[in-house]
């Protein structure tokens, strides 16, 4: 890197203090091409999640220009800030780990993210931050970061990917597309899929987990709501948005307004509704509970009861018609009218608080008013009048199988099974994602209607890190379609919002934990009961049954040395440190900070 020329700012320092510990400020100064004058004013400072996949492609893009941004509303206002260089955290592609022991990273990704942004607001003492996040798990630990050390700050999504267009049939096509085209033995189909399927640069641009978070933290107040939608590679993000969200932050900054003054009980319950109501992922379970936590909030006793969400739910209809369960993308969402039109339809038809504050200064009514959405098209976007579908997008579960609840299904992305409300299988039993994608891949045939399969040891410590299952998911839903069939799924993993099917996450206690979802055999009866929210093994009823399965299940575990011998053997470090100190997924799956 070639030397840069003295900057012609100020050379004087109006507040000398160490020589030692000021000397490098100047140096930053100076190249940054900033005031050396006001090394000790407080620090505004920019961050941005960075990963290998296309999620990522446009975060430097847009972290230069919010930079360029700050530093000339720093000058043209004379404002007593320092502005540092920008810092980047860094995530994994969920997309192209699903099905890899590597995506056993991708929750713990979260927890890494967030230490990494901790660390640098606290260091650096910054007291204004924008942040650039894109993937799913990176902004949340972004937005947690933010929350733990309330300074202003404001989110900028990165936005979403667009469709692919399949050259053959003229199809939109996208990531889950791809992964459900695994099980095609048609290779010239597979080639075509994998080359076209995602086009461009973004984060997946169904109401997969990236939307549905990037919803959440707008409606949380955290980002304004017409930042959410449009895609990665739209100009605003570059040339109107900088700004806009550095009147955010001198607007928190003037006004005293930090993070914990937004993510409120009412907000974390406004952002929860909207995102059931556009039928997203089963994630914002772990990640809303991880962001109250933050805020010094407890989701289940201070914002609602696992009743409450699934009267909620009950409630809500499906206002979007959106992948992976419908037609569009969050781009056709943005030309419907955007996140303003979904609030602004749910606010006049009751379900949301208005009065939430807001990173713009206004509340959440106030900032819906002069955004001045359209109306629902009624394709795209529906009404609470006519919905796309009558039932909330999740439902929690609980029963035998899951006794302290918080088993969840997204019953938007229900396809087949459930009749009256009642869904009962034959269980058939896998220790390990692997071995049911080596079945799949094998042995489809082996699959029959109404089994119900089940993944275990892959919870937050038997993975550990909880990873996704969109690759047996997809293969499964694939096989469902061609055959007329339903098999369903529960495990104590989660799942990837792509996921589609009657399949259900965060069985717990988890397996490697002695959980009930750890004596179910091949064969016994489970059922899934929409009408009572309930989750059983019939065979589990029966007291001699549960007694010798439990007392073969320790017997197990102490002939192996106090761990399961089903349950993986590991030696990277932050695996060992999750295995020893991850939370179940009623508590956000991450790592305990106690």
Known sequence: MTDRPES??????????????????????????????????????????????????????????VQAAIARRIESDDRANRLIAPAFTVGVSDGQLNGTPQMRFSLIGRELVNDAASSHIAANRIQGLIAVVACDKPPVGTVA???????????????????????????????????????????????????????????????????????????????????????????????????????????????????????????????LIVTMAMGGSTNVMLHSVEIARAAGIDLWTEVLSQDEFNDLSHQLPVIVNMRPFGDYSMVDVDVAGGLPTIVAELLSAGFL???TLTCTGETLA???ARLAPPAPDLEVIFSVERPFKDTGGLRLLAGNLAPDGGAILKLAGVESGIVNGIFTGSARVFDSEHSLIEALD?????????????????????????PEMLDP????????????????????????????????????????????????????????????????????????????????????????????????????RMLKRMRAIGLPALLGGGMSSD
Request: glycine share 10%; charged share 20%.
């Open 442 to 466: 094998e042995h489809p045939e082996s699959f029959e209607d109404n089994d119900m399969v089940v993944i275990r040891y892959e919870g937050p410590r038997g993975a550990p890190g909880m």
């Open 366 to 368: 106030e900032q819906v």
């Open 353 to 355: 608080d208005g009065s």
């Open 145 to 271: 970061a933010l929350v733990e050390q309330n300074i202003p700050g404001v989110i900028l999504s990165d936005g979403s990917i667009k469709p692919g267009i399949d050259p053959e049939t003229g199809d939109r096509i996208d990531l889950v597309t791809a992964f459900q085209y695994a099980t095609s033995t048609d290779d010239e189909a597979r080639a075509a899929v994998t080359l076209h399927a995602c086009p461009g640069q973004g984060s997946c641009g169904g109401m997969f987990t990236y939307n549905t978070m990037q919803t959440f933290i707008g409606v949380l107040g955290l980002e304004p709501l017409h930042m959410i939608a449009p895609p990665s590679d739209d100009p605003r993000r570059i040339e109107q948005f900088p700004d806009e969200l550095i009147d955010c932050l001198v607007t928190m900054t003037n006004r005293g307004i930090r993070p914990r003054d937004i993510v409120t009980p009412a907000s974390l319950r406004n952002a």
């Open 473 to 572: 998911t997809s293969k499964i839903t694939s096989l469902c379609r061609k055959h007329g069939i339903t098999i369903a799924l529960m495990t104590d993993a989660r799942f990837s919002g792509g996921s589609v099917g009657l399949v259900i996450g965060h069985v717990a206690p988890e397996a490697l934990l002695g959980g009930p979802i750890a004596l179910v055999e091949d064969g016994d009866t489970i059922t899934v009961d929409i009408n009572h929210s309930r989750l059983d093994c019939a065979e589990l009823n029966d007291p001699t049954t549960l007694s010798d399965r439990q007392a073969a299940w320790e017997a197990a575990v102490s002939a192996n040395g106090g761990i399961h011998p089903a349950a993986s053997v590991i030696s990277h």
């Open 8 to 65: 012609s700012t100020s050379v004087s320092l109006r507040s000398p203090s160490n020589p030692g510990r000021d000397v490098q400020r100047v140096g930053t100064a100076k190249f940054l091409g900033q005031d050396v004058g006001k090394i000790h004013d407080p620090v505004w400072a920019v961050i941005g999640n960075l990963g290998d996949s296309q999620c990522y492609l446009g975060v430097t893009e847009k972290v230069a220009a």
